[in-house]
């Protein structure tokens, strides 16, 4: 991803070599995405009938959280902006009594009724879902995620795709466009006078030199936290799994249908992640290693998916959850896992990827290494991570699960600075822009209210403008959302029936 973007931005100013050991292989997983990241395929020039089908690819509207709450109980937290009544989110409406049911996803958005019936959110000419919703509006405005106000509302997807199969996909694009790609081991990495990188050395192609090195070595670290030593500040204070187990599963997609979500389904001691493509899922159990041993992890997983996961591999990995005191060092710049990683509740992994390259971009250091770039960059990528950290946390507080010592211990961990103050606000007044984590992080306030509304562990009033405010008008918009959900839960088609035709069939 890196190295595509630096050629797609910098073209030929800037030579790329991409060093990849053929001894070392990648972590495999990581198939969910914000949906910020159609950004990274549009500044690529990408376009979706190309890559997807290369990529088993499918669309994501929501993460779909089962047994949170309950065994048998579930919500959506949608890519989809929450509608206002008078000035207040229909969520505060919803507890005020006036929603309709006792669905506050259903009630306050449309995009779970999409994921309830495996839609696609286009049509199979490839026209989003809301044009023709809005014809029969007759130009009505809603509030939707309208293709046409893409930069001022949530674009309503994101995508799962087959993580091997994009690095493949990516590679190709990056060699077409001038990368230099070096399959080869780094045995050594010196430094010079300074404490600066002054190369890798291989094993077969002697010590590559460059200006500026891009850390994408996974949890090794090998460049920042080997060479250059920076310190590590752990999350497991307060974000306690520190282990997965993944299985790649082959299915018959057709016959199974394809749900247009990621799921995060709570077990004893985590939770499992099953994410659709088209052929197969990619599933995984997310553990505390204080709370279970691996073998039953496994065990526990293959049970989960059933007979079909008798003959697929599984992949234990041991996770490092925080980030590197700062993630730019000298001349060194560290992408992905090497720089921190939070657990993958809400897929934030390839959006830190993302985000930390186009950080990267803005802030490219010039010949003069003005170290206002750095000092920039690491406050960014930092406050993105810690912003992150305080968002997850939140989902382990709010769960009102507490059947196994995990789960009754999840409310005792302590939590990051702030945030305790701001949950004891939120049970007075939702969350919004001024009182959810102060610096940009990629959740908005809806988000929150989503998990505070949906975990059911933390008591929540509605505003008191509700009880003063005209209902009538809520009411009006919640049957709005029912009746534009209706609508295009018909017209659309399946998931499945989407990418078959994709494909040609």
Not at 114 to 141: I, Q, T, W, Y
Not at 371 to 399: C, I, T
Not at 466 to 477: K, P
Request: glycine share 10%.
């Amino acid at each position: 991803m890196t190295a595509s973007y630096l050629k797609a931005a910098f073209g030929d100013r800037v030579e790329v070599t991409l060093v990849e050991s053929g001894v070392v292989g990648t972590i495999g997983v990581g198939e969910a995405t914000f949906s910020d990241i159609r950004h990274f395929f549009e500044f690529l020039g990408l376009e979706e009938e190309e890559w997807m089908p290369a990529c088993n690819a499918t669309y994501k509207l929501a993460v779909r959280f089962q047994d949170w709450r309950a065994p048998g109980h579930h919500f959506y937290h949608p890519f989809e902006q929450m509608p206002s009544v008078n000035g207040l989110p229909l969520a505060d409406w919803w507890l005020g009594g006036h929603g309709g049911s006792d669905r506050f996803d259903l009630d306050c958005f449309v995009m779970a009724s999409v994921c309830e019936n495996e839609r696609s959110p286009r049509h199979l000419d490839g026209s989003m879902f809301e044009r023709e919703a809005a014809k029969r509006r007759k130009g009505e405005s809603y509030g939707l995620t309208m293709s046409e106000h893409q930069g001022k509302t949530q674009f309503p997807y994101a995508y799962h795709f087959e993580a091997a199969l994009l690095a493949d996909y990516l590679a190709e694009y990056a060699k077409s466009r001038g990368v230099r790609h070096v399959v080869d081991h780094v045995t050594h990495v010196p430094l010079d006078g300074r404490g600066w990188i002054a190369g890798v050395r291989t094993k077969e192609h002697g010590t590559l030199t460059g200006d500026v090195y891009v850390d994408c070595t996974g949890f090794r670290s090998l460049l920042l936290g080997g060479a250059l030593e920076e310190p590590f500040e752990s999350y497991q204070d307060t974000l306690p799994n520190n282990r997965a187990v993944a299985l790649q599963v082959p299915l018959d997609m057709e016959q199974r249908g394809i749900r247009p979500c990621t799921t995060a389904t709570a077990r004893d001691a985590g939770w499992i992640w099953t994410i659709p493509l088209f052929g197969r899922i990619g599933t995984g159990y997310v553990y505390a290693e204080d709370y279970l041993e691996p073998e039953e992890a496994e065990r526990t997983l293959r049970e989960f998916v059933g007979p079909a996961a008798a003959n697929a591999s599984a992949n234990h990995i041991r996770m490092r959850i925080g980030r590197s005191r700062n993630s730019w060092v000298n001349n060194c710049v560290a992408i992905g896992l090497s720089s921190g990683f939070v657990e993958p509740l809400e897929s934030t992994g390839i959006f830190f990827i993302h985000h930390a390259i186009e950080q990267l971009v803005k802030h490219f250091p010039g010949p003069d290494w003005n170290p206002v770039h750095r000092e920039r960059y690491n406050a960014a990528v930092g406050n993105v991570m810690d912003g992150v950290r305080e968002f997850l946390v939140l989902h382990y507080q709010a769960a009102a699960r507490n059947d196994t010592p995990y789960w009754k211990d999840a409310k005792l961990r302590e939590v990051p600075d702030g945030l305790a103050a701001r949950i004891e606000g939120w049970q007075s007044e939702l969350p919004d822009s001024e009182s959810i984590h102060p610096y940009y992080h990629g959740l908005p306030p809806y988000s929150y209210m989503c998990i505070l509304l949906g975990m059911g562990g933390i008591p929540l009033r509605s505003s008191q403008a509700v009880a003063l405010g005209d209902a009538d008008a809520a009411r009006r918009a919640f049957g709005k959302v029912r009746s534009t959900a209706q609508s295009i839960v018909r017209d659309l088609p399946t998931q499945y029936e989407y990418f078959a035709h994709m494909r040609g069939a």
